[in-house]
């Protein structure tokens, strides 16, 4: 009787940890890398936007015409 209980303890044991390994590992890996590739490609779409936009990549702002910029003359 102690045989068949280690034999169906252990039966459950493996499919557990093949079910496991094969199936749901897998699956969440294979989520994770598509969660990040969206990621990523809506981050490249945003920059794209902002370059069609118009918007500067970081760029000190530039004086307008006509702004007035004081100094003092040096002798």
Known sequence: MMIIRVIFWTFIIVT?????FRFVIPIFHATKMASDRVRQMQQQMNEMQDKANGKPDNKPPQ?????YIEYEEVK
């Open 16 to 20: 557990a940890y093949r079910f496991l």
């Open 63 to 67: 004086m307008k015409e006509g702004d």
